[in-house]
């Protein structure tokens, strides 16, 4: 059985820092690329950064200069080092893994369940 699981979310002030990690299991996710989607209470589930098995990075603008991927292809784990925090960035983050390459919620194969992380002011 296939598992994203997330972990590192929680509370901290604006202008902070939060690494989030996420292990995946139950197959090789070797050329899948991996990265992360947030939804904000209200608003629509939105990407913030992906990794492709090749080594590219994709980022949302609104997390550019302040978010930085990285994966570890041996240990199919992929992280998100969040600095810089803003109380914009509160959301539930989830991990994805995607076999193609349109960042698009409904373009991922598999998700975690989320982890929250609270930004406050």
């Known amino acids: 059985q296939v598992q994203l699981v997330e972990s590192g979310g929680g509370l901290v002030q604006a202008g902070g820092s939060l690494r989030l990690s996420c292990a995946a299991s139950?197959?090789?996710?070797?050329?899948?690329?991996m990265g992360w989607f947030r939804q904000a209470p209200g608003k629509e589930r939105e990407f913030v950064a992906a990794?492709?098995?090749?080594?590219?990075?994709l980022y949302a603008d609104s997390v550019k200069g302040r978010f930085t991927i990285s994966r570890d292809n041996a240990e199919n784990t992929v992280l998100l080092q969040m600095d810089s925090l803003k109380p914009e960035d509160t959301a539930v983050y989830y991990c994805?893994?995607?076999?193609?390459?349109?960042?698009?919620?409904?373009?991922?194969?598999?998700w975690g369940k989320g982890t929250l992380v609270t930004v406050s002011s």
């Open positions: 139950g197959r090789t996710f070797r050329r899948y690329s």
């Open positions: 990794r492709s098995w090749s080594g590219s990075k």
């Open positions: 994805v893994a995607s076999y193609g390459s349109t960042w698009t919620p409904s373009g991922m194969d598999y």
